[in-house]
């Protein structure tokens, strides 16, 4: 899945953020949801051996640009870009990663322009769809079509801890970087960009849940 990206890819790390889950499997789950870290890949099984040492900037931008990859994999190609100092003239919108902080823990849904989705309870239990079924996919890909108004208003920032309880946090994956939008439930509802985000995230997860019922 991820082999033509490793190909080029080196080692570069940043310093991670408080991460949410007392379980280090689920964080792992979690980090590698933003698609900003492709040692985190590396520690999720993947060999070591698949990480090029030399990487081409020509190489990693073919993959960032190419419709036909993974969203995931896209992403992962323009970090490196951003982070090798490269120019990056794209502002596609890949991902969106919604985080809501319960009482009893984070639930985070995370949906891609390929039409996978990633969905982290906050009891624990993780649900995966890969561009299937069809009203997952189609949901997910309306997600990030929706939120697309929504960062190309906002401006990129960096990875942080998760949102504190009585937020909502909407990251959007673009290959300029991450825009994030946080608020209450309220300020969110208020806002005319980010309110139907949340709306169809919340139809997103409606037919996870469906589908995991």
Same mark, same amino acid.
């Given at each position: 899945?991820?082999?033509?990206?490793?190909?080029?890819?080196?080692g570069?790390r940043?310093?991670?953020?408080?991460?949410?889950y007392?379980?280090?499997?689920l964080n792992?789950?979690?980090?590698?949801?933003f698609?900003d870290?492709?040692?985190?890949?590396?520690?999720s099984?993947?060999?070591?051996?698949? *990480?090029?040492? $030399? =990487? @081409?900037p020509?190489?990693v %931008?073919?993959?960032?640009?190419?419709?036909?990859?993974?969203?995931?994999?896209?992403?992962?190609?323009?970090h490196?870009l951003?982070?090798?100092?490269?120019?990056?003239?794209?502002?596609?919108l890949?991902g969106?990663?919604?985080e809501?902080?319960?009482d009893?823990?984070?639930?985070v849904?995370?949906a891609?322009a390929?039409?996978?989705?990633?969905?982290?309870n906050h009891?624990?239990r993780?649900?995966? *769809?890969?561009? $299937? =079924? @069809?009203?997952?996919a189609? %949901?997910?890909?309306?997600?990030?079509?929706?939120?697309?108004p929504?960062?190309?208003k906002?401006?990129?920032?960096?990875?942080?801890a998760?949102?504190?309880?009585?937020?909502?946090r909407?990251?959007?994956?673009?290959?300029?970087?991450?825009h994030?939008?946080?608020g209450?439930?309220?300020d969110?509802?208020?806002?005319?960009?980010?309110?139907?985000?949340?709306?169809?995230?919340?139809?997103?997860?409606?037919?996870?849940?469906?589908?995991?019922?």
């Open positions: 899945m991820f082999k033509k990206l490793f190909a080029a890819l080196s570069r940043h310093a991670a953020p408080p991460l949410p007392r379980q280090d499997e792992l789950v979690y980090q590698l949801l698609c870290d492709p040692q985190l890949v590396k520690a099984g993947t060999p070591a051996s698949l *990480f090029g040492s $030399a =990487p @081409d020509r190489v %931008q073919t993959i960032g640009e190419d419709p036909a990859e993974e969203s995931r994999v896209r992403l992962l190609a323009w490196w951003r982070a090798a100092g490269q120019p990056v003239a794209s502002r596609e890949l969106v990663v919604v809501v902080p319960l009893q823990g984070l639930d849904l995370a891609y390929d039409g996978s989705v990633r969905y982290i009891t624990g993780v649900a995966v *769809f890969e561009g $299937a =079924p @069809d009203d997952v189609r %949901q997910a890909r309306l997600l990030v079509q929706t939120a697309l929504l960062a190309v906002g401006t990129t920032k960096g990875r942080t998760p949102p504190v309880p009585g937020n909502v909407l990251s959007l994956l673009a290959a300029d970087g991450m994030v939008r946080e209450s439930f309220g969110i509802e208020r806002d005319k960009l980010a309110a139907p985000v949340l709306q169809e995230a919340q139809r997103l997860l409606d037919a996870v849940v469906r589908q995991r019922s």
